[in-house]
């Protein structure tokens, strides 16, 4: 208490600015509050909430956010009023040099360092999760997860996969059973069995191509395999056809991708799968990737920063976003060297080290590994049956009531031959998206890099705050009340302005047949430039009445902090430049402020200037005569 | 002997007569002009002293005494500025909407002049301060300040020009903290920032309430608080409306002496305006007197009579607070020339064509055996523009 008086009395004495505006007492708070909001992340923090919710989300699930803006209301109520009845500048009191700039600085950090316990809140959580699911055992319980999948036969087998682990030379092309047509639709060069003909005389612009075999024009092939008998065949009462396939990529001149002929052979299923699709083999997708841990190296901050902005990291099942038949593939065959390594033995351990993992970080489970082991093996080679483990439980209970029932999944069997619903849950299930956020928000805990959004959104949120804060310590409530009026009726009459231009179009949307950005940000720099000009006016004036001149001050400040970024835009909307190439597709080549528009820390500092260039003009408006 | 030497004399009388508030206030005031940090100590040792041993009234003289007898040792920088701080010069102000205006005011204040402003409500008082302290703007003519504040840009002009409203703004925290806030603000930092602070608290009887806050002073204080942070601020010229009311007499007689002293200050006098409905206590302390009606000023020069309308310097006019009636006071001065007899709240307003009658009237009155209650001239005061016109 001693040390507080007299670091009060110090700086009342040598630093009469920060004594006002209560930073060090407004920083000490911070921490403090940091430092029991960190304790609250990690003792809030359990197995229950790392396995069902992103870590993000704790902050509001434990109440914390509420009891923070609670606690910060009270702060800057009792801040306010300690700053506010005291004021060197509504005193008239000589400024110290920069006083304003740092008058806004303090507001800016104090405000910052309201949002801390949020951070501090966070790392409490991430510590937790660090403790809780080290990255670590996590990584090396990868492999287990993948295997042990395949045991866990959900029958969401693909029979891409196997087409793509046994026939690498051939690529499954999407076909739609209903309408006949294929899916996909760049130009499809065929040969031997399908006759280009044939695909003319049906829909009439189809690709033609010549009968040396060569390059073709580009074009929509149908095909219907029903006039190919000799290609179809028929598989769960579906009629699919594989079609070996040879594809030829060549550089596009109007794509970005590269066009692609598919050279098409014909060949029946039964060539490519003479012992049946559904073999254990076939079964290893990759659930968990390496990938998902690997952090990508920065040369320093600002590379980082350029980078991790708007990034958003989701890759759990890589499978399905990165080339999944190559994945696939790789699993496979990794998958297929352990079963050949691999005794009965240590696929029960396999499948046991996998229970563990459950049950270490407490995630909904019930499986009788033994009993699915050999269930499975007993139907390696023919796995067409019905699913083990559900991905996930809608009802708990109902699968303990089944399983005490019907004892073991031989009888359950028989029992789900004889259900018309299908949809019936299977007898055993992992709650897979437990364990999905388990692995994310132990990789969220684990990531080594700023969180640049919440940092970029805590400083804009200071910034606000601390321009509000400061326009009250330059200009009493009833002016800024009256000037916050009037601004909203400016904005609507901008908006009516801008729309009164536009033009109804058939289409039903409303636009301009010129620059719309440069329409509006023309508008609004001539309406700032209109608020500047009355502002000098109001401000030479010998009779204006000096509260008019005070709000239009609070406006022409309210527009110096955007007018940064009007500028920028309508530069942009000058210097940018839109042509049609020669594909007919649309192009825009942007000017720097394009790129200065989307950067959070060019459109801070250069609002910040701003305002800075403008409280010179603070002290001379004040002490006007009324 | 000079100013500084004839000053510490006069404290030593006021000590010696058993005048010890004053005597100590003079002291305090002596100390100040020395701007010396090591006689601010003794000055604050010699108070915490005193708090602690209220009873040693005699060894507190004698300490005083003592630190008077250093003190005249020391020879402090005399501030001896003979220019004018503010001439004003065909100032007026009109009011479109009531059609009100206020001057044409020709004015020069000089350091250590107290500068009266007397007039009824409306009458533009508030207004014409707010005009010299450049809080309002004015139609025509000039104001000029000495050259030093006219070098300054508005802002800092206005920093050097005190304005006290009637209705000061509440603070929060300590007196205290507020006066060193207000300190620092000014420049004054460290060590000095503490003594100068006490030593203002010293002279402004705030010492016992230096850690009150805002909401525990009484009205006097709050108003002795403002002068305090006021003189702080080292203003040129101090602009004072209204600063006597909602104060009891004593406290009124104690601000007004305080500003008859502060003004004469040998290190940084100042010029002092103060608007006032007290106008026997504001002539008392007042070098000049402006009386405005509607608006229009009458020049009142308390030491020599300047008026222009002469008329009224040739007759004596007299309040009276007497127990008789308006008859019998008619009977008892039926010999004197009087002009007008009238009786207005219980006292009675007597005008007189002849000059400087009042002992006349006074003996008269004795010999009748009149109950006085009081009786006072008021040819030369103010106080006479206050009379209804019958």
Redesign the interface.
């Known amino acids: 208490m001693n040390f507080l008086k007299k670091l009060d009395?110090f700086l009342?004495?040598?630093f009469?600015l920060l004594?006002?505006t209560k930073l060090l007492y407004a920083i000490f708070f911070s921490v403090v509050l940091s430092g029991l909001f960190y304790l609250w992340g990690f003792t809030f923090t359990n197995e229950y909430y790392v396995n069902r919710f992103p870590e993000s989300r704790y902050f509001e699930k434990s109440n914390a956010m509420l009891c923070l803006f609670i606690i910060n209301a009270i702060f800057i109520i009792i801040w306010a009023?300690?700053f506010y009845?005291?004021s060197?500048v509504k005193?008239?009191?000589?400024?110290?040099r920069f006083y304003f700039t740092r008058l806004l600085c303090s507001f800016m950090i104090i405000f910052w360092s309201l949002t801390w316990p949020l951070t501090t809140f966070n790392w409490g959580v991430r510590a937790k999760i660090r403790k809780l699911a080290p990255v670590e055992e996590l990584k090396n319980h990868i492999e287990t997860i993948n295997f042990a999948d395949a045991f866990l036969f959900d029958n969401s087998f693909r029979y891409g996969t196997y087409i793509g682990v046994h026939h690498p030379d051939v690529e499954e092309i999407t076909f739609d059973y209903n309408d006949s047509i294929w899916n996909d639709l760049p130009t499809i060069f065929c040969k031997d069995s399908i006759k280009s003909e044939t695909i003319k005389d049906r829909k009439g612009f189809a690709t033609a191509y010549k009968k040396d075999g060569s390059l073709a024009e580009r074009g929509l092939a149908i095909y219907e395999p029903s006039l190919h008998p000799e290609n179809n065949d028929t598989i769960e009462g579906q009629l699919v056809q594989f079609l070996v396939t040879n594809r030829i990529s060549f550089p596009s001149r109007c794509s970005d991708s590269d066009d692609a002929i598919y050279l098409i052979d014909a060949k029946k299923l039964k060539q490519l799968c003479p012992n049946g699709l559904n073999d254990l083999r076939n079964f290893s997708k990759r659930d968990v990737s390496l990938i998902y841990f690997e952090y990508p190296q920065y040369k320093n901050i600002f590379d980082e920063y350029a980078s991790r902005r708007n990034s958003y990291r989701t890759i759990y099942y890589d499978d399905y976003y990165d080339g999944e038949s190559k994945i696939s593939l790789e699993a496979n065959k990794s998958f297929n060297a352990f079963l050949d390594a691999s005794t009965k033995d240590d696929l029960l351990q396999l499948l046991e080290k996998y229970r563990s993992l459950l049950i270490r970080h407490k995630i909904n489970h019930s499986i009788n590994t033994k009993e699915i082991l050999d269930y499975v093996l007993k139907r390696q080679h023919n796995m067409d049956f019905m699913p083990i483990v559900g991905e996930s439980s809608n009802n708990p209970s109902q699968a303990k009531l089944d399983l005490s029932r019907y004892g073991n999944l031989e009888n359950y069997e028989a029992h789900r031959a004889k259900l018309v619903d299908t949809r019936e849950q299977p007898l055993y299930f992992v709650e897979k998206e437990q364990l999905e956020d388990l692995f994310s928000n132990s990789q969220e805990a684990h990531d080594p890099a700023i969180n640049w959004v919440r940092l970029t959104i805590s400083i804009f949120f200071a910034l606000g705050f601390a321009l509000i804060f400061f326009l009250f310590a330059i200009s009493n409530p009833i002016n800024l009340i009256i000037a916050a009026s009037v601004g909203g009726v400016f904005v609507i009459l901008n908006i009516l302005f801008f729309a009164a231009f536009l033009e109804r179009r058939f289409d039903s949307n409303y636009e301009t047949h010129s620059n719309v950005e440069f329409r509006l940000f023309s508008q609004l720099l001539i309406f700032s430039a209109i608020l500047y000009f009355l502002f000098y006016i109001f401000y030479n004036g010998?009779k204006v009445s000096k509260r008019l001149l005070l709000i239009t001050f609070n406006l022409c400040f309210a527009v110096t902090i955007l007018f940064p970024a009007f500028s920028f835009l309508f530069l942009e909307s000058v210097l940018k430049r839109e042509y049609t190439d020669s594909c007919i597709a649309h192009h825009t080549e942007h000017s720097i402020f394009y790129y200065w528009i989307q950067d959070p820390i060019v459109i801070w500092v250069s609002a910040f200037s701003a305002i800075l260039l403008f409280t010179h003009l603070i002290?001379?408006v004040?002490?006007?005569?009324? | 002997m000079t100013q500084f030497q004839s000053k510490i004399n006069q404290t030593k009388n006021h000590f010696n007569n058993s005048d010890v508030d004053l005597g100590f206030r003079n002291l305090v005031d002596c100390v100040l002009d020395t701007a010396n940090t090591d006689f601010f100590k003794k000055t604050i040792e010699l108070v915490s002293w005193k708090e602690e041993n209220p009873d040693e009234r005699a060894q507190f003289v004698q300490k005083s005494l003592i630190l008077l007898q250093e003190l005249e040792q020391l020879n402090p920088v005399q501030n001896n500025e003979t220019e004018a701080l503010a001439t004003i010069t065909d100032l007026s102000k009109k009011y479109s909407r009531s059609n009100f205006q206020i001057g044409p005011m020709n004015i020069q204040i000089n350091s250590g002049e107290i500068w009266g402003l007397v007039g009824e409500n409306g009458n533009g008082k508030t207004s014409l301060l707010r005009v010299i302290a450049k809080d309002l703007g004015f139609d025509e003519g000039t104001i000029r300040f000495s050259d030093d504040l006219e070098q300054l840009k508005l802002y800092n002009q206005r920093s050097h020009l005190a304005y006290i409203p009637q209705r000061t703004p509440k603070w929060h925290g300590s007196l205290k903290s507020n006066l060193k806030f207000t300190a620092s603000q000014y420049g004054i930092f460290g060590e000095e920032n503490e003594l100068l602070v006490l030593m203002y608290i010293i002279r402004f009887g705030l010492w016992s309430f230096r850690d009150y806050k805002w909401s525990e002073l009484s009205s006097g204080y709050k108003m002795r608080f403002e002068l305090a942070r006021t003189f702080l601020r080292k203003p040129k010229l101090l602009l004072l409306d209204e600063p006597l009311a909602n104060l009891d007499v004593l406290a009124q007689q104690l601000i007004l002496e305080d500003l008859k002293l502060m003004a004469a200050s040998l290190s940084n006098p100042l010029g002092i305006i103060l608007s006032s409905q007290q106008l026997f206590e504001v002539e008392k302390v007042a070098d000049k007197v402006i009386f405005l009606k509607k608006g229009s000023p009458v020049y009142i020069n308390q030491s020599k009579e300047e008026e222009s309308s002469t008329d009224e310097v040739e007759k004596t006019i007299l309040e009276m607070d007497l127990q008789i009636s308006k008859e019998v006071l008619s009977d008892i001065i039926k010999d004197f020339p009087v002009e007008q007899l009238q009786f207005n709240g219980g006292i009675f307003i007597v005008h007189i064509s002849k000059k400087s009658c009042m002992n006349e009237v006074l003996q008269k009155l004795i010999d009748s055996q009149i109950q006085i209650t009081y009786i006072r001239d008021i040819s030369k005061s103010s106080r006479r523009f206050f009379i209804q016109n019958t």
């Open positions: 009395i009342l004495e040598k009469p004594w006002h009023l300690t009845r005291k060197a005193n008239l009191y000589p400024l110290q010998k002290k001379p004040l002490a006007k005569p009324e």
